[in-house]
């Protein structure tokens, strides 16, 4: 059974400070990692994916990776008050394009105190 | 940008009534998902579709079936509605090879009375 482990939450952290928003994930053949944001009442948004052990990059955020100790996380530096959501850590099995589902976590809900 | 759109926002069905749920993607992905998703239990994926007239079972297909006549169309049915199917039903779609994304629709979200 793949699992994939969150924090619930809430997370609360000052606006411009860094949310740091951590994932486990049980199968060790998992490849592809994503992390997904989801507003109230809203569907997931895809906003991170990476593939690789070490760190991705990309505007306010960055992923992280490490394979060897199956978890996977999300930075978010300079946090606003629009980053308030619940973010879904999401794995698949496998590169053929996640054809057979993502394997979601249930989430963190990240409050941005202003 | 990838275009995943569903067929109602919200829905309120009645016990025992066969309920079609619609979605339809405009970017030819190849795969196609039905996910629900209910507070406590996250997002959990019911049927995927590879292909034309292919179809797989996810994690709780139970009470569901799904129909792909088209590329571009992904169907989920409940056959005979029932309270527990009274939930948030995301649709899904990507390409396939390599390291790819799935996207979501915009959600329908289902009561059932």
Known sequence: ?114 | DVKVTQSSRYLVKRTGEKVFLECVQDMDHENMFWYRQDPGLGLRLIYFSYDVKMKEKGDIPEGYSVSREKKERFSLILESASTNQTSMYLCASSLTGGHVMQYFGPGTRLTVT
Request: hydrophobic share 30%.
């Open chain 1, 1 to 114: 059974q793949k699992e994939v482990e969150q924090n619930s939450g809430p997370l609360s952290v000052p606006e411009g400070a860094i949310a740091s928003l951590n994932c486990t994930y049980s199968d060790r053949g998992s490849q592809s990692f994503f992390w997904y944001r989801q507003y109230s009442g809203k569907s997931p948004e895809l906003i991170m994916f990476i593939y690789s052990n070490g760190d991705k990059e990309d505007g306010r955020f960055t992923a992280q990776l490490n394979k060897a100790s199956q978890y996977v996380s999300l930075l978010i530096r300079d946090s606003q008050p629009s980053d308030s959501a619940t973010y879904l850590c999401a794995v698949t099995l496998g590169s053929g394009g996640g054809a057979d589902g993502l394997t979601f976590g249930k989430g963190t809900h990240l409050i941005i105190q202003p």
